[in-house]
């Protein structure tokens, strides 16, 4: 889990010191507790998370696609989606409500309703505001926020994801910049908000790029067919002279036309340290998954993070077509999502 964390609290007060530190923390906590309200509605219907960027005022939660039942709907469920959205806000006022009450019922005269609300010399007020605050900004209608959520979820029930996701991107850039500006003229606390939502607007833009590049390229767009292979019969020498010449890290074994196992450049390495020269054949491994050229750059993906392995054939009629690698799918995916990005600003100015 990565924390992203601004130290903007700690300048409000001027002073730094423990009680700095706690009010950090309590916003920090009161931001935790508000992700995990999403992050539990959203395994409660099958979405595995696997981790969450936290920002001062937002989560950004990346789902493990691989784990996920059924992949990326066409559609979103915009009924589903706006249940997700909504636990969170309401999970920080209910915690906003629970910390009132029991700042009240505590009887130490301390008043909810005095400013500044969020200070560091009046711990229990500050829980009270800090999830207050979050319950409200975070209906902001700015994606990611859940209010942006909601927009996109509304959105989306005539339009696909992406397109969705963009207008509501747009609008919610057009109300981060209103932030940041007024941020300027009045409280700089605004400016950060502004900041805040625009680069998480940015994290989950370039998260849907990629998303869409993943769905929608085949693998015949981006497989290498230029590769060396190896022969079963070839010798762990002359295999090894083949690797030193090819910038390959693996290499598809063929006989004759056809595929019979997969070797990297550390299997000959690790079986002539341990047994000296041998054949190829002994050493390959037989079991791997093909591909063929209409699958999609995610379902190679899966493959190769599922069975661990480097390299991925691509077949068609038995007869090997081309080879997709780890590294050439990762150097292909940055390629195409930044030509895409082009494309799309051309297209639309
Ligand atoms: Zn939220």
Not at 68 to 78: C, D, G, S, V
Not at 171 to 192: K, Q, R
Not at 319 to 344: F, P, W
């Amino acid at each position: 889990m990565f924390i992203f964390w601004t130290d903007y609290a700690v300048n409000r007060q001027n002073a730094s010191g423990p009680r700095d530190l706690a009010l950090v923390g309590i916003i920090l906590a009161c931001v935790s507790a508000h992700e995990c309200g999403h992050m539990f509605a959203a395994r409660r219907v099958g979405m595995v998370p696997k981790a969450v960027i936290l920002l001062p005022l937002t989560g950004v939660a990346l789902y493990d696609e691989s784990r996920t039942e059924r992949p990326q709907p066409a559609l979103l469920l915009w009924k589903r989606e706006i249940r997700l959205a909504l636990v969170g806000p309401l999970v920080s006022l209910a915690l906003a409500c629970l910390s009132a009450a029991v700042v009240t019922a505590s009887g130490r005269g301390i008043e909810l309703w005095k400013w500044p609300f969020l200070q560091a010399a009046n711990l229990p007020r500050s829980v009270v505001w800090a999830n207050l605050y979050l319950a409200v900004l975070n209906l902001m209608p700015a994606y990611p926020l859940d209010g942006g959520r909601i927009l996109r979820a509304y959105f989306s029930r005539t339009l696909d994801v992406s397109s969705a996701t963009r207008r509501a991107v747009s609008i919610s850039n057009a109300i981060a910049m209103v932030l940041m500006l007024a941020g300027l003229f009045s409280d700089n606390w605004l400016t950060m908000v502004g900041v805040i939502v625009f680069s998480a607007a940015q994290l989950e833009e370039r998260a849907l790029v990629f998303q869409s590049v993943l769905d929608n390229v085949r693998l015949e767009e981006v497989m290498l067919t230029d590769f060396a292979t190896l022969s079963p019969a070839d010798t762990l020498e002359d295999a090894l002279q083949k690797a030193v010449h090819s910038l390959q890290d693996d290499f598809p074994v063929v006989r004759g036309m056809d595929m019979v196992g997969i070797i990297s450049k550390q299997n000959i390495l690790d079986a002539l340290r341990a047994e000296g020269n041998g054949y190829v054949q002994a050493v390959m491994n037989k079991i791997f998954e093909v591909s063929v050229r209409q699958d999609s750059l995610g379902s190679a993906f899966r493959k190769l993070t599922a069975r661990n392995s480097s390299v991925i054939p691509v077949v068609e009629d038995q007869r090997l077509i081309g080879i997709v690698t780890l590294q050439n799918l990762m150097h292909s995916m940055t390629l195409l999502a930044e030509s895409r990005k082009l494309r799309r600003d051309e297209a639309e100015p």
